[in-house]
């Protein structure tokens, strides 16, 4: 099942995998050995998101949410189990690490810069080009001129006249 959900990419479902396991939870928390052999499963699912985010099919905010979530599912469904809920989590969670939280700020300032560049350049295109029709120059002297100065196709250049 678990490799399902990997393969599918059906990553909203790794938190509820542990409903899964939810029969056994009595033996679970009486014998420290099959406790083991589920945390070795959640040691796994972990380290397959690690994987995707590497490759960067997932973003670490991803991987962190579904890793958060699936620690939290196990304090509800495994509330009288403390062992399983307490195994879960020291697989899963605990402690975030710090570049865990450095890894998605620098991907959100990333994403936030490259689209206010974006805009910023619209909003210079469109202006430049404004000025320009202001000032009654021809039409293929404003595509020349925002095309040296915005690095922009011909196609480009039009669709701002």
């Not at 509820?16 to 033996?27: A, C, D, L, P, T």
């Not at 083991?36 to 490759?55: D, H, K, N, T, V």
């Not at 404003?142 to 006249?161: A, C, G, N, R, V």
């Amino acid at each position: 099942m678990l490799r399902e959900i990997f393969e599918k990419r059906l990553l909203l479902l790794v938190p509820f995998y542990i409903f899964s396991h939810e029969k056994r939870f009595v033996e679970y928390e009486r014998d420290a050995e099959k406790l083991g052999e589920l945390q070795e499963r959640y040691a796994q699912i972990r380290s397959m998101l690690e994987e995707l985010a590497e490759s960067g099919e997932i973003s670490e905010y991803v991987k962190c949410t579904i890793m958060d979530m699936t620690d939290k599912v196990p304090e509800h469904i495994a509330a009288k189990y403390r062992a399983v809920r307490e195994g879960v989590k020291a697989v899963m969670g605990g402690k975030v690490l710090e570049y865990e939280a450095k890894t998605i700020k620098r991907e959100g300032m990333a994403q936030g810069r490259a689209e206010g560049m974006a805009q910023g350049k619209e909003n210079g295109i469109r202006n430049t080009v404004s000025i320009l029709k202001n000032l009654d120059i021809p039409q293929q002297t404003i595509l020349t001129k925002i095309q040296e100065q915005y690095h922009l196709d011909p196609e480009m250049s039009k669709k701002y006249l």
